[in-house]
């Protein structure tokens, strides 16, 4: 009777840590990443820099057929293309 008892409890253990790990996994790199995607930077269409999205300047290129966005640095370079700035 002792033993069935102590191997419910080890099985019992074992499963509640492997669900701790999981849980920490899943919260791990997942859970405060949503927050972190809305941050994310975002590269300069000409220099590939990160940059913080709010630094970017986004211009309409016809010649790339896109839109893209460019940093403060950047910027006098879109100018003297005459993009249109958006
Ligand atoms: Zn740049």
Redesign the pocket.
């Known amino acids: 009777m002792n033993y069935a008892v102590v191997t419910v409890l080890a099985i019992g253990a074992i499963l509640w840590i492997l669900g701790a790990l999981k849980q920490r996994r899943r919260r791990g790199p997942f859970a405060p990443s949503k927050k972190k995607l809305s941050m994310q930077k975002q590269s300069?269409?000409?220099?590939?820099?990160k940059?913080n999205p709010k630094e970017l300047s986004f211009y309409s290129a016809p010649a790339h057929g896109k839109v893209i966005g460019?940093?403060?640095?950047?910027k006098p370079q879109a100018e003297r293309q005459s993009l249109l700035r958006l």
């Open positions: 300069c269409s000409y220099c590939r820099r940059v460019v940093c403060k640095a950047c």
